[in-house]
């Protein structure tokens, strides 16, 4: 792992007197707690690691020049799957310590973890990222104002300095400010317009605005990365990456297929890595059921087509049956397959679980 590994053996990964004895919700766990649970999380971090090396080709490339749609080329998303009460939640956030005691030289970021249970009926999910990240552009502005060593390697920028005066407009808060504008904007009710014209013109708006907001967000990704590099001071040397977690996204079941398409449509971009953390069959059986509602295969349902005796079929209620089930495993598969398309089973990880007395022998 080269410069960057730190050894963790047999250590706690954060000060004892931080992690609580009786815990209730998640602990960071010890590295040997970590290596039972999650034997193959140093995969991962090589997996960044690949990654970083391969993004840092790009620097001489001006992205603004490229089609913004290619960074779905990218496979940036990783899911950890765990039955529940597997531990999931420690895992994750023991992880995300890791990754920021480990890259802190490179500049990385993780985003405070979402957890989808926590976000409000009335509130999407980009909404919720949308003011995490603000919280993030305060802090930079905080550091650039305050902080005289980060000051000092950016303040003949003037994307961020006037006459050495720090813009409360610099180019990191005017792009944010944009990506929110326009994200809000598809909020706007076309019953407040003063006429039916009027109503359409606003309409057009808001699908542009749609449209536009998706390449803005790509382009306020890139200069979030390229205001680190500024403030580390070493441009060249370093590729900061920005970690956005999702976790224990099955307990929200109306959450979910909102999630996966935020991940294609906005979470798309080669210096930022997803990560999500799910109960697998749960998590499928939530997609399923969401395309079965959208396609209206409800009907076989409610009219108890899988709860009646055999016996009680004729010919015809016996071919309604096979068509029935013969659509429903074909729901399945497309389910899966969606899944597999933002999930890529080559990025999935699988927590252990202790249910068998041969696995619970060798529990450390």
């Not at 929200?252 to 999500?276: A, D, G, Q, R």
Request: proline content about 3%; hydrophobic content about 35%.
């Amino acid at each position: 792992m080269g410069d960057t590994q730190m050894n963790y053996e047999n250590k706690n990964l954060m000060p004892e007197n931080l992690i609580p004895i009786h815990k209730m919700g998640f602990k960071i766990l010890k590295e040997v707690q970590l290596k039972n649970m999650f034997p193959t999380y140093e995969n991962l971090f090589e997996k960044f690691d690949t990654h970083r090396a391969w993004v840092k080709k790009l620097k001489n490339i001006d992205r603004e020049k490229i089609d913004y749609q290619y960074n779905l080329m990218y496979d940036t998303v990783f899911s950890i799957f765990g039955s529940r009460g597997s531990g999931k939640t420690s895992a994750i956030f023991t992880l995300k310590y890791m990754i920021e005691k480990r890259y802190e030289s490179q500049g990385d970021i993780v985003l405070p973890v979402i957890m989808p249970e926590m976000i409000p009926d009335n509130c999407d999910i980009i909404s919720w990222i949308l003011a995490i990240i603000e919280q993030i552009v305060t802090q930079i502005e905080d550091k650039l104002q305050n902080q005289s060593t980060d000051r000092r390697k950016i303040e003949n920028d003037e994307d961020f300095f006037y006459n050495c005066r720090f813009k409360k407009d610099n180019k990191l808060r005017q792009e944010y400010d944009k990506v929110k504008e326009l994200y809000f904007s598809k909020g706007y009710s076309l019953r407040q317009s003063e006429s039916f014209y009027a109503a359409i013109g606003d309409s057009e708006m808001q699908i542009q605005n749609g449209y536009k907001f998706s390449r803005a967000f790509t382009s306020f990704w890139t200069t979030l990365k390229s205001t680190i590099e500024k403030i580390k001071g070493n441009g060249d040397e370093i590729e900061p990456l920005i970690y956005l977690i999702f976790d224990d996204v099955d307990l929200t079941p109306n959450k979910v297929v909102e999630m996966l398409s935020s991940i294609v449509k906005y979470l798309s971009h080669p210096n930022l890595i997803v990560i999500v953390t799910a109960d697998e069959e749960l998590f499928n059986e939530v997609v399923e059921n969401s395309l079965r509602k959208k396609l209206g295969y409800d009907e076989e349902q409610n009219r108890g087509l899988f709860t009646f005796p055999r016996y009680y079929y004729g010919d015809y209620d016996q071919f309604i049956l096979n068509s029935a089930m013969e659509r429903k495993r074909h729901l399945t598969k497309t389910a899966r397959l969606y899944l597999d398309k933002i999930l890529p089973p080559s990025s999935r990880y699988y927590i252990n679980t202790f249910d068998t007395c041969s696995k619970r022998k060798g529990f450390i």
